[in-house]
């Protein structure tokens, strides 16, 4: 949801910055701009298009400045144009600055400088910033005091930095409910977004805590608290993350590594300390109503968990999409709200969770960002461990959240007494299998999913079907669809289908169906009752399935066929092969997948 990089050092920094930017640059890619200082002259450019696009087309890197901020961005206020575009100047040449968030009180603030004669030429609700730091500049001749004056009227969300012709060797920044965080090297200083816009630089980082502001220059920085002006003393976080992981390392597409990245991220998360899963499952026995919380991807993650803590621990945890939750849940003190979140900065869930603690419940999140806002809200964080996750479209950070709840729900069931140890240590086994088994797919099957995918990519609609726990993963394989290969896909259980949708099958209407290992008897003999709804009706069904039809040897008008698995870890086979099917099919169709249009990884705004 845009993304912001500065950097001030010793030497020209324009690579820095062009790295930094680019790294972020999967928060969003309508258009990119910078500002730079030519001696104490503000130097702006700025366009439409993606990051590399933008620096080759203007030469950025041949402009040579010690101090400079860079913004890519993901259109809320105003169209993609190069007006609407970031950094915005002040009317005098002497702020350029970059955003993200949202000014919620932009409106009256324009309408006042317009009366004042500032002159806009943008439909965006931050180039008001700029103006008011010249306005207030212009009072107390002090860029700080003008900044914090600024600070102290705007209303909304914002990570924002600044640069000034007036102190050309500082880079000013601020921080309310959307992420910023400062690199901190010797002798050269970073803003960023997140740890992407400097990892590759230092490992030292100062996570901005809302209500901040910072002041860097090469050598030196410092945190302040915006209504008290004093200075605040921060920790420095060491990044965990190793620069290497986030790049592509051959793959022609992050999407592509990420998916097979899964039998390590798996194995990370079953590694983790089992006492930090203990507590938590103290906090399930003790809660009078829990539930579980995330949106998009991590909604359908929190219905996975909802079938599984009923399948294994017998308790019912109703599931709740964080755009949602305010106006369903009944919170109350005794409750507990799950939330899950790869990026720990998505609004919704980051709001919902504030509202949770308002009213004084519990809160517990499954995160792969360290430091991120959710992870420093919630009065408990399982870090996933999952590494950096580059491509919009989440694959290896839900499969390895799926994992994580199936264990907790495992030991949930075991205190309960529902599942003896020796039945947990069953399930256990199956979970540690998994790697291996996911690797053999990906070495074994995918050239097969790549074929069927190229074979039906002109299908331009889907329903992905399955019952029971296969439902949560029909719905995130359909999505994984339509994000990254923009077909129609619609995920539902399929025994919904007969009471509407069994209408709308005909020749354009292809289905997938994730059938269950016919050990989990019920399950799949429903599943395959639905497929036959299909079939009588003439309908194309791709069957993906753990063993060949016995009878019925027409059930299916295409089949993948998977090694055979335990009821506990077959769904999660069907996500790594459902997103196989949607990474192929976009593939062919040549549609740019790391970045698909209108999307960004993290959803930091309303
Ligand atoms: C889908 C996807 C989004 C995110 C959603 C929540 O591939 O990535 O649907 O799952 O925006 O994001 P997090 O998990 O960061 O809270």
């Known amino acids: 949801m845009c993304g912001i990089s500065g950097v001030v050092g010793l030497k020209s920094i324009s690579n820095l910055l062009f790295e930094g930017v680019r790294n972020l640059e999967y928060r969003g890619y309508d258009s990119c701009g910078v500002a730079l200082m030519n001696k104490t002259r503000l130097i702006i450019k700025k366009d439409v298009g993606g990051v590399e696009e933008f620096y080759r087309k203007h030469n950025i890197l041949q402009l040579k400045s010690k101090i400079g901020i860079a913004h890519t961005r993901w259109a809320t ?47 965006t609700d931050t180039e008001i910033l700029a103006h008011l730091l010249e306005k207030f500049f212009k009072r107390s001749q002090n860029v700080e005091q003008a900044f914090v004056k600024m600070l102290s009227l705007i209303e909304g969300t914002f990570a924002l930095a600044f640069i000034s012709s007036h102190l050309p060797e500082q880079i000013f920044c601020a921080k309310r409910e959307s992420p910023l965080m400062l690199g901190i090297g010797d002798e050269i200083k970073f803003v960023g977004s997140d740890f992407n816009a400097f990892i590759d630089h230092t490992k030292n980082a100062v996570i901005l805590d809302d209500g901040e502001y910072a002041i860097l220059s090469r050598d030196t920085y410092v945190v302040k608290n915006i209504l008290s002006k004093e200075e605040v ?15 592509k390392e051959g793959y022609p597409h992050y999407m592509l590594k990420e998916i097979y990245e899964q039998p390590q991220t798996i ?28 949106v998009g991807t991590s909604f359908y993650v929190a219905k996975y968990a909802k079938y599984i803590f009923s399948r294994l621990a017998q308790e019912f945890f109703p599931s709740i999409s964080s755009d949602e939750f305010m106006v369903l849940a009944n919170v109350k003190k005794q409750s507990l709200v799950f939330a899950i979140s790869q990026s720990g900065e998505t609004f919704d869930t980051l709001s919902a969770l ?64 529902i599942i003896t140890r020796k039945t947990y240590n069953l399930h256990l086994r199956a979970l540690r299998d998994l790697p291996a088994i996911i690797q053999g797919i990906l070495n074994e099957r995918s050239g097969f999913i790549h074929r069927l995918a190229s074979r039906y990519s002109g299908n331009r609609n889907w329903l992905y079907l399955g019952r029971g726990v296969y439902y949560p993963i029909a719905l995130e394989t359909a999505l994984k669809m339509k994000e990254v290969a923009y077909i129609h896909a ?82 999660l086979i069907h996500l790594v092969t459902g997103q196989l099917f949607a990474y192929f099919t976009a593939t062919s169709l040549k549609c740019d997948i790391d970045k698909p249009r209108s999307l960004a990884k993290s959803v930091t705004v309303a």
């Open 77 to 123: 206020h105003g169209k993609v144009t190069q007006n609407n575009t970031h950094p915005f100047t002040s009317r005098d040449g002497n702020f350029a600055l970059v955003h993200n968030g949202i000014i919620s009180n932009y409106r009256p603030l324009k309408d006042q400088l317009q009366k004042e004669g500032f002159k806009f030429f943008s439909e």
């Open 354 to 417: 504030k509202h949770v603690k308002s009213r004084g419940a519990r809160t517990v999140a499954i995160v792969n960002v360290m430091g991120s806002s959710i992870a420093r809200l919630v009065d408990k964080v399982v870090l996933q461990r999952s590494g950096p996750e580059i491509c919009v479209i989440s694959t290896k950070t839900a499969l390895s959240q799926m994992v994580i709840l199936t264990l907790l729900a495992m030991k949930f069931a075991l205190k309960k007494k």
């Open 267 to 294: 194995s990370n998360a079953l590694d983790m300390e089992t006492s930090e899963l203990d507590e938590i499952v103290d906090w399930f026995a003790k809660s009078r109503n829990t539930y579980f919380l995330g």
């Open 233 to 247: 003393t921060k920790p420095i976080t060491k990044i965990e993350w190793d620069s290497e992981t986030s790049k």
């Open 490 to 571: 619609e995920g539902m259980s399929s025994g919904f289908l007969k009471h509407g949708t069994l209408a709308m099958i005909d020749d354009d209407v292809f289905s997938i169906v994730f059938v269950p290992p016919p050990e989990d008897k019920v399950l799949y003999e429903a599943t395959l009752h639905s497929i036959e709804e299909i079939r009588a009706r003439s309908g194309f069904v791709l069957g993906i399935h753990f063993t060949p039809p016995r009878k019925n040897q027409d059930l299916y008008s295409e089949e993948l066929i998977l090694p055979s698995m335990p009821p506990l870890t077959a769904p």
